[in-house]
């Protein structure tokens, strides 16, 4: 009986308003009488105590009738976003309802409900994009490796073909291990909430460490360096700094044409510091450079060889991380300049 009373709650406001009538009825009935008792009130002629008695009957029913049409009326925008919200709930994010109301309090409940389906909406497109696109990458290195395990168990290969097909697994797991660390990171990176722990260190050295670990890609391609790295410290993450370094080297080197020159430059600002890299190879489009932060994005381009879209986005939030951040441009003759900016005082 409870939950019944409770889930139409004009019934329950009207009930509440009836039931109080009634108590302060009868107070007025038993303050009567013990009126009468003490011959203050004595009833005269015409039955004036049924009159009132009848008065007060009429008022008790027509307060509780005009309380239920009030109750109505002001729970009605309650009961739509309980409707609403029931429809949400089963995962219906197009919902709106009109914000344009009488009481401020109920627009601006209004209002944030509107705002919050809107960011639910985002999230689970978000959350589908991202599903969809893991799924993707996650395929691609899988389906090559089942192949060139297939091959490798129909034998009869030379040695040559043996060691290529082993040498493309291994990258195939590469790929895979280097993809599940950045979505590792990039998780755990949106869902800290301690204190970023912070050092001061020798960052010209730390990108010199990133450039000697990547000897092997740089020297496949002979590439050739040129750098502008003068003695610098600063504090900050250490051990996230270095993946911005490494991600943005990494993206130099995999782009450039071979025996071009890749140039790394630190300069000191008063208030910033400020990095670049440079490679000379393939372009970005200049509409593409802002999307190429985004989870996954790679553009149709030649340039998302070897990629899976998220090494430019785990540079972005650990830089935002140091209230910094990333920039890309496309230079004359080809070239490409990602730009890092840290300010000193963060």
Request: proline fraction near 3%; hydrophobic fraction near 40%.
């Amino acid at each position: 009986m409870k939950n019944k009373i409770y889930s139409k709650l004009w019934i329950y406001f009207s009930c509440l308003i009836f039931f109080m009538l009634v108590f302060f009825a009868i107070f007025i009935v038993f303050l009567l009488y013990f009126l009468m008792q003490l011959h203050v009130v004595t009833p005269g002629k015409g039955n004036q105590l049924l009159a009132f008695s009848l008065l007060l009957a009429f008022s008790i029913l027509v307060g509780t009738l005009a309380s239920t049409i009030v109750s109505r009326r002001i729970l009605a925008p309650i009961k739509e976003l309980t409707e609403n919200m029931s429809k949400v709930a089963t995962g219906d994010f197009s919902v709106q309802v009109n914000p344009s109301q009488k009481v401020e309090e109920i627009q601006q409940l209004f209002s944030d409900f509107n705002l919050m389906v809107a960011e639910l909406n985002s999230i689970e497109t978000l959350r589908n994009d991202f599903v969809a696109n893991v799924s993707h990458e996650f395929k691609t290195p899988i389906a090559t490796m089942q192949g060139y395990i297939q091959l490798l168990q129909q034998g009869h290969l030379s040695e040559a073909d043996t060691q290529d097909y082993y040498s493309r697994i291994a990258e195939g797991a590469q790929q895979l291990t280097t993809l599940s660390n950045n979505i590792l990171r990039l998780t755990k990176l949106e869902t800290q909430s301690i204190p970023l722990e912070q050092q001061v260190f020798r960052i010209d050295e730390q990108i010199r460490e990133v450039i000697l670990f990547l000897q092997p890609q740089w020297e496949e391609k002979q590439l050739a360096l040129d750098l502008h790295l003068p003695r610098t410290t600063y504090p900050g993450n250490e051990e996230l700094l270095y993946q911005v370094w490494l991600n943005l080297m990494d993206n130099a080197i995999k782009y450039s044409r071979p025996k071009e020159t890749v140039t790394v430059s630190l300069e000191e600002e008063p208030q910033q510091l400020v990095i670049s890299f440079i490679d000379r190879g393939i372009a970005i489009p200049a509409d593409e450079t802002k999307r190429i932060f985004d989870k996954f994005y790679q553009g149709d381009t030649s340039r998302k060889t070897a990629g899976n879209g998220l090494g430019l986005t785990l540079v972005k939030e650990i830089l935002q991380l140091h209230e910094g951040r990333v920039a890309a441009k496309t230079l004359a003759n080809q070239q490409t300049c990602f730009t890092v900016y840290l300010p000193k005082n963060h």
